[in-house]
C-alpha cells in the first residue's frame, strides 16, 4: 500500500491534481511537519533568504544504472546569498526604533535591537543586492560538488562549457565562483562565459506584458488576508516597546513585525555574529514563513487561483533546455545563471517533486509545498543526461533540485533516472497545450 502511494504521488501529482486527492496524501520527504522542520532549523524560515548551506540535508547520490554514463547537464542555478535590495529593508526598522528612543519608549530589549542595526547598517552602503562573501562560498561549493558528483562530464578532457548570465552582477560573479572550481578541478575544460541582454529572454523572462496575462495579480486578496491572520505583533511589541498606547499611536505593528522579521532572516547571508531571530518565539517565526510561503506560491507557483498559470512565465526557458539538449553531441555542460523567481515556476513548470502541485485549502498548503525546499539563496535544478557506454540505447536524465534527487512526471521502473524521450515529449505537449489555451484567450 505504501509503495502504491509513493508511486501515486511522484507520477500523479501533477497541474492538475485536484485539491480533494491532495487533502488526502502527503508527498515523499513531507512526513516531518514544516513547523517542526523550522523549530529545528529557524534558518529555513527565510525563504528565499535561506543560506544554501544550512537548508535540508542531502542524500548520497544513487549509482548510474548499468552500462550507463553521464555526459551532459544542463543547468538553471540562482545567485548566492546577497544583502537585501531595498534600503528602506533596513532603514524602516533603523528609523522607528530611532523615534521610539526619542521618545523614551524603548525597553533594553528595543534599545539593544537599535544598536545593533545600527552597528550592522554601515555594511549595507553602496552594496545593496550584492552578493555576499558568503554568496560567493556557495557556488564554490556548488561547483566542487559539481565535479565530484559527475567527473565523466566536469574531468573529461577539453570538456566544453558554456556558462551564462543575467547582466545583473551577483549573478555574473556567481558564475565565476562555480566556473573557478571546475577550471581548478579540469585545467583543459574549455569555459565560454557570456552575459547579454540577448539572453534576457530565457533567462530572466521579462514580465513586462505578461504578468496581467497570467494572472499573478488574482492572488493579491489573499497575500493581504494571510499577512494579517498569521502576523501577531503584540508580544513583540511589548518587548521592545514600554508605551503600549504609543506603539498604537505610532507604529504599524504587523509591517514593522515583518520588516525586521526580514532582516533577521537574511542575516545568515553574512559573516557575522549579529542576530535577530531571538526577538521571535518558535510560533511567530513560524507564522511569518507561512506568510511568505503563501505569498510565493501565490505569485510564483502553480496556484489554482492564478489557475496555475504562473510556471509558465519560464515556458522559454524550459524551450531553451529542451531546444539545447537536442543539440548535444559531446560531452559537455550548460549552465545558466539568474534568480529565485525563475528557479521556483521552472521547478513548478517541470513538476519535480512536489513543486507542481495544487493546492486550494492555503491554511494547509505548508503539508505539501514548502518554498525552502526550492529557492534558497544559490539554488540550481540540475538534469545530468546518460547515455550508454557501448551500443545504442534510451538517453535516460535525472533531476537534482538544490543536489537532491526529484522526482519526474513520467513512469519509471529505475527511480530516479527516467527516459528522456518520454519527458522531453511532456513537456512539449504541456508548452504547446498552454500556448493553444493562451492563444484562444487574447
Same mark, same amino acid.
Given at each position: 500500500?505504501k509503495?502504491?502511494?509513493?508511486?501515486?504521488?511522484?507520477?500523479?501529482?501533477?497541474?492538475?491534481?485536484?485539491?480533494?486527492?491532495?487533502?488526502?496524501?502527503?508527498?515523499?520527504?513531507?512526513?516531518?511537519?514544516?513547523k517542526d *522542520?523550522?523549530a529545528?532549523?529557524?534558518?529555513?524560515?527565510?525563504?528565499?533568504?535561506?543560506?544554501?548551506?544550512?537548508?535540508?540535508?542531502?542524500?548520497?547520490?544513487?549509482?548510474?544504472?548499468?552500462?550507463?554514463?553521464?555526459?551532459?547537464?544542463?543547468?538553471y542555478?540562482?545567485?548566492?546569498s546577497?544583502?537585501?535590495?531595498?534600503?528602506k529593508?533596513?532603514?524602516?526598522?533603523?528609523?522607528?526604533?530611532k523615534?521610539?528612543?526619542?521618545?523614551?519608549?524603548?525597553?533594553?530589549?528595543? *534599545?539593544?535591537?537599535?544598536?545593533?542595526?545600527e552597528?550592522?547598517?554601515?555594511?549595507?552602503?553602496k552594496?545593496?543586492?550584492?552578493?555576499?562573501?558568503?554568496?560567493?562560498?556557495?557556488?564554490?561549493?556548488?561547483?566542487?560538488?559539481m565535479?565530484?558528483?559527475?567527473?565523466?562530464?566536469?574531468?573529461?578532457?577539453?570538456?566544453?562549457i558554456?556558462?551564462?548570465?543575467?547582466?545583473?552582477?551577483?549573478?555574473?560573479?556567481?558564475?565565476?565562483?562555480?566556473?573557478e572550481?571546475?577550471?581548478?578541478?579540469?585545467?583543459?575544460?574549455?569555459?565560454?562565459?557570456?552575459?547579454s *541582454?540577448?539572453?534576457?529572454?530565457?533567462?530572466?523572462?521579462? &514580465?513586462?506584458?505578461i504578468?496581467?496575462?497570467?494572472?499573478?495579480?488574482?492572488?493579491?486578496q489573499?497575500?493581504?488576508?494571510?499577512?494579517?491572520?498569521?502576523t501577531?505583533?503584540?508580544?513583540?511589541?511589548?518587548?521592545?516597546?514600554?508605551?503600549?498606547? &504609543?506603539?498604537?499611536?505610532n507604529?504599524?505593528?504587523?509591517?514593522?513585525m515583518?520588516?525586521?522579521?526580514?532582516?533577521?532572516?537574511?542575516?545568515?547571508?553574512h559573516?557575522?555574529?549579529?542576530?535577530?531571530?531571538?526577538?521571535?518565539?518558535?510560533?511567530?517565526i513560524?507564522?511569518?514563513?507561512?506568510?511568505?510561503?503563501?505569498? &510565493?506560491?501565490?505569485?510564483?507557483?502553480?496556484?489554482?487561483?492564478?489557475?496555475?498559470k504562473?510556471?509558465?512565465?519560464?515556458?522559454?526557458?524550459?524551450?531553451?533546455?529542451?531546444?539545447?539538449a537536442?543539440t548535444?553531441?559531446?560531452?559537455?555542460?550548460?549552465?545558466?545563471?539568474g534568480h529565485?523567481?525563475?528557479?521556483?515556476?521552472?521547478?513548478?513548470?517541470?513538476e519535480?517533486?512536489?513543486?507542481?502541485?495544487?493546492v486550494?485549502?492555503?491554511?494547509?498548503?505548508?503539508?505539501?509545498?514548502?518554498?525552502?525546499?526550492?529557492?534558497?539563496?544559490?539554488?540550481?535544478?540540475?538534469?545530468?543526461?546518460?547515455?550508454?557506454k557501448?551500443?545504442?540505447g534510451?538517453?535516460?536524465?535525472?533531476?537534482?533540485?538544490?543536489?537532491?534527487?526529484?522526482?519526474?512526471?513520467?513512469?519509471?521502473?529505475? &527511480?530516479?533516472?527516467?527516459?528522456?524521450?518520454?519527458?522531453?515529449?511532456?513537456?512539449?505537449d504541456?508548452?504547446?497545450?498552454?500556448?493553444?489555451?493562451? *492563444?484562444k484567450?487574447?
Amino acid at each position: 500500500m505504501k509503495k502504491n502511494l509513493l508511486l501515486f504521488i511522484a507520477f500523479g501529482y501533477s497541474m492538475t491534481i485536484q485539491a480533494q486527492s491532495v487533502s488526502e496524501m502527503r508527498a515523499p520527504g513531507f512526513e516531518t511537519s514544516a513547523k517542526d *522542520e523550522i523549530a529545528a532549523n529557524h534558518y529555513l524560515s527565510g525563504s528565499n533568504y535561506l543560506d544554501y548551506d544550512r537548508q535540508l540535508t542531502t542524500k548520497a547520490l544513487t549509482p548510474a544504472p548499468k552500462g550507463y554514463v553521464p555526459f551532459y547537464m544542463s543547468h538553471y542555478g540562482r545567485h548566492g546569498s546577497r544583502w537585501l535590495i531595498n534600503e528602506k529593508d533596513y532603514t524602516l526598522p533603523i528609523n522607528i526604533l530611532k523615534d521610539a528612543r526619542m521618545a523614551g519608549k524603548l525597553t533594553p530589549l528595543g *534599545e539593544e535591537t537599535l544598536k545593533k542595526l545600527e552597528a550592522f547598517f554601515p555594511t549595507t552602503i553602496k552594496r545593496l543586492g550584492d552578493l555576499t562573501t558568503v554568496g560567493e562560498r556557495q557556488h564554490h561549493g556548488i561547483g566542487k560538488r559539481m565535479t565530484q558528483n559527475f567527473p565523466e562530464i566536469f574531468k573529461a578532457p577539453n570538456v566544453k562549457i558554456d556558462a551564462r548570465s543575467t547582466t545583473v552582477f551577483r549573478c555574473i560573479l556567481s558564475m565565476i565562483a562555480e566556473c573557478e572550481e571546475l577550471t581548478a578541478a579540469n585545467p583543459t575544460a574549455q569555459i565560454h562565459n557570456d552575459v547579454s *541582454e540577448s539572453l534576457q529572454y530565457y533567462l530572466n523572462q521579462p &514580465w513586462d506584458g505578461i504578468v496581467k496575462k497570467l494572472g499573478k495579480k488574482t492572488g493579491e486578496q489573499d497575500n493581504k488576508t494571510y499577512r494579517q491572520k498569521y502576523t501577531h505583533p503584540e508580544r513583540l511589541m511589548r518587548t521592545l516597546f514600554n508605551d503600549e498606547a &504609543w506603539v498604537r499611536d505610532n507604529i504599524a505593528s504587523g509591517d514593522f513585525m515583518r520588516q525586521l522579521f526580514d532582516v533577521a532572516t537574511n542575516m545568515q547571508s553574512h559573516d557575522t555574529d549579529i542576530e535577530f531571530f531571538s526577538l521571535f518565539t518558535d510560533e511567530e517565526i513560524y507564522d511569518q514563513w507561512r506568510i511568505r510561503n503563501i505569498r &510565493w506560491y501565490l505569485d510564483y507557483g502553480p496556484s489554482p487561483v492564478a489557475e496555475q498559470k504562473m510556471p509558465f512565465s519560464q515556458r522559454n526557458l524550459l524551450k531553451n533546455i529542451i531546444e539545447t539538449a537536442d543539440t548535444v553531441t559531446q560531452t559537455q555542460a550548460t549552465l545558466r545563471f539568474g534568480h529565485e523567481v525563475c528557479v521556483m515556476p521552472l521547478a513548478c513548470l517541470l513538476e519535480l517533486d512536489n513543486c507542481g502541485i495544487a493546492v486550494t485549502n492555503l491554511d494547509e498548503l505548508d503539508k505539501y509545498w514548502r518554498n525552502y525546499r526550492i529557492f534558497p539563496m544559490g539554488c540550481n535544478i540540475q538534469l545530468i543526461f546518460y547515455k550508454p557506454k557501448k551500443g545504442n540505447g534510451d538517453i535516460l536524465v535525472k533531476a537534482l533540485l538544490n543536489e537532491r534527487e526529484a522526482y519526474m512526471p513520467a513512469k519509471t521502473d529505475n &527511480w530516479p533516472y527516467y527516459k528522456w524521450q518520454d519527458l522531453r515529449q511532456y513537456y512539449l505537449d504541456k508548452l504547446a497545450k498552454f500556448d493553444a489555451e493562451n *492563444e484562444k484567450t487574447n
